[in-house]
């Protein structure tokens, strides 16, 4: 056995105190790092200091970074500081080192998501919303009234009852994929949360009103068929119940009084607010152009107006619906989605994140989840129009 003399233990002690000054070093540059990748969450405004992102202010821009580089951070200790400064204000969060660790989206964000996904799309934002708490809601719609007769001694009153009809909504899982670099959720989170969310945001949007207004009943529609299909299906490509047939089949050869047609054939609901859906590219190229040339409108009012309106009702713009003309077309719908259809929400969104995915290209994968249903219950008879009615080109 080797005896210890003062000299060895000193050097062996100037070694460990050597040691340990590197590892603290070490320490301290990553602690470092972290600190300065997370202050530029915020780092979202302009020169000027104002935000101008998606989300509520940069406060909240910076706390949906954080989120993010909770939940997809390259390593274990950006995760949990993000995690521990996301949850300075008392709100936690799980994070577990996995590839494909998930995580609820906060009630904040997923509220923010709700709202963008209704601004991107308009199915979201105006059908009546029903809440659920399963997977499968039943509900009754009314589909008949009760009859007013003339009261007369000695004679029995005439028999009536309200119709119901039972209507089932059923939520199904949607997903979306989101790609970003890895090195860009290291440099700047807040930038990753604005990608992430607004990514998310619109294709579910997009994704939801593709299905309410255009789906066939196909799988590319998840099997749900939207409101012009089933016009056609009660109607056919004919003028009747819930559709006009204009003037030709170009939209140049659309005049105003097919419009007037249009509001004319809706029937009257209580408290109904009839609103016109149609694209942009519609809405610029017909119906301004009408407007302008009956001379009751000018350049101006257009110009300044708050709100697209036409024949004195609101204008949505749905992306989805025609932006070229065509034969046998429903160019464009009029009427009330909150009395034609439901939309609900069995769960808020949930993301996941996996860096394994797409591991050769160096990018993070956030799958974003949620679970939406759509109902189209009304829409009348091929006899009688129901609270959506639409304006269809002619064949020819």
């Given at each position: 056995m080797t005896a210890l003399t003062r000299e060895s233990l000193e050097s062996t002690l100037d070694d460990h105190q050597l040691a340990i000054m590197q590892l603290e070093g070490d320490i301290k540059q990553v602690v470092g790092q972290i600190d300065r990748k997370i202050k530029q969450a915020p780092n979202l405004a302009g020169g000027d200091a104002l935000y101008r992102g998606?989300?509520?202010?940069?406060?909240e821009a910076r706390d949906a970074g954080l989120f993010i580089l909770a939940v997809t951070g390259a390593t274990p200790d950006i995760r949990d500081?993000?995690?521990?400064?996301?949850?300075?204000?008392?709100?936690?969060?799980?994070?577990?080192?996995?590839?494909?660790?998930?995580?609820?989206?906060?009630?904040?964000?997923?509220?923010?998501?709700?709202?963008?996904?209704?601004?991107?799309?308009?199915?979201?934002?105006?059908?009546?919303?029903?809440?659920?708490?399963?997977?499968?809601?039943?509900?009754?719609?009314?589909?008949?009234?009760?009859?007013?007769?003339?009261?007369?001694?000695?004679?029995?009153?005439?028999?009536?009852?309200?119709?119901?009809?039972?209507?089932?909504?059923?939520?199904?899982?949607?997903?979306?994929l989101v790609f970003y670099p890895r090195s860009l959720a290291d440099d700047s989170a807040a930038d990753v949360a604005e990608l992430v969310f607004r990514s998310?945001?619109?294709?579910?949007?997009?994704?939801?009103?593709?299905?309410a207004f255009l789906g066939d009943g196909s799988a590319a529609y998840f099997g749900i068929q939207g409101i012009v299909p089933k016009l056609i299906s009660i109607n056919g490509i004919d003028d009747g119940g819930g559709l006009v047939l204009g003037s030709g089949n170009l939209w140049s050869e659309l005049v105003l009084t097919d419009f007037e047609a249009v509001q004319g054939?809706?029937?009257?609901?209580?408290?109904?607010?009839?609103?016109?859906?149609?694209?942009?590219?519609?809405?610029?190229?017909?119906?301004?152009k009408l407007m302008l040339a009956s001379g009751g409108t000018t350049a101006t009012?257009?110009?300044?107006?708050?709100?697209?309106?036409?024949?004195?009702?609101?204008?949505?713009?749905?992306?989805v619906m025609p932006r070229v003309e065509g034969n046998s077309q429903v160019a464009c719908l009029?009427?009330?989605?909150?009395?034609?259809?439901?939309?609900?929400?069995?769960?808020?969104?949930t993301m996941e994140a996996s860096k394994e995915y797409k591991f050769a290209e160096r990018q993070v994968t956030v799958l974003g989840t949620m679970r939406p249903a759509i109902s189209i219950e009304d829409l009348g008879t091929d006899a009688d129009a129901g609270p959506i009615v639409g304006l269809i080109t002619q064949a020819a």
């Open positions: 998606i989300f509520a202010g940069e406060y500081k993000a995690a521990k400064e996301f949850s300075q204000y008392g709100r936690a969060m799980s994070t577990t080192d996995s590839s494909t660790g998930g995580a609820l989206v906060p009630i904040e964000f997923s509220n923010r998501i709700k709202r963008l996904v209704e601004e991107h799309g308009v199915f979201a934002r105006r059908a009546f919303p029903m809440p659920m708490t399963g997977d499968q809601t039943v509900f009754l719609k009314q589909v008949g009234d009760v009859t007013v007769f003339l009261l007369t001694e000695g004679a029995a009153g005439e028999d009536s009852e309200l119709g119901w009809e039972r209507v089932l909504l059923q939520s199904k899982e949607y997903g979306t998310i945001a619109w294709a579910f949007g997009n994704k939801i009103d593709n299905i054939r809706l029937p009257e609901y209580p408290g109904m607010e009839p609103r016109w859906y149609c694209s942009r590219a519609f809405y610029y190229n017909v119906m301004v009012e257009i110009a300044q107006a708050s709100q697209k309106m036409f024949l004195g009702d609101p204008v949505e713009i749905v992306n009029y009427g009330d989605l909150s009395i034609a259809a439901t939309f609900g929400l069995r769960r808020e969104m």
